[in-house]
């Protein structure tokens, strides 16, 4: 599925909607984008690249956007812009055609892809995936230990009234 206007400009960051997870790349121009991949994964898998976070190194790849993107949607999202001043376009492209082809760390909560496009876009690695993440498991967590306390004051009350 094509992705709404605008096009990619170069330096712009793509969010690429899995059925799971999102996955990011940086548009270099001529419908190319730079991303981090797992080293097996083959060109244009696309959807393969949930496997990266069954590994600790990725490759950083440089693929036609059509081909990452595969059957999935996909739009620009610069989301942190308004934080984070963006690198000159033309300083985005040279960083990221330099890293083509390197291996490199790869984790999940603090190395995975969209860390490595904000790094490129902002000088700043951050993922709001993971920090969702931890927020909700956090929550769930606050919300678990408040239900066990109710639940030690409800039988101790019971075992007083008894």
Known sequence: MRAPFPEPQPGDLIEIFRPFYRHWAVYIGNGYVVHLAPPSEIPGAGVASV????????????ERLCDVVGRDRYHVNNKHDGRYAPLPPSKIVQQAEELVGQEVLYKLTSENCEHFVNELRYGVPRSDQVRDAIMAVGIAGVGLAAMGLIGVMFSRNKKQKQ
Do not use: C
């Not at 496997?51 to 440089?62: E, P, Q």
């Open 51 to 62: 496997m990266s976070a069954l590994t600790d190194k990725a490759l950083v790849k440089k």
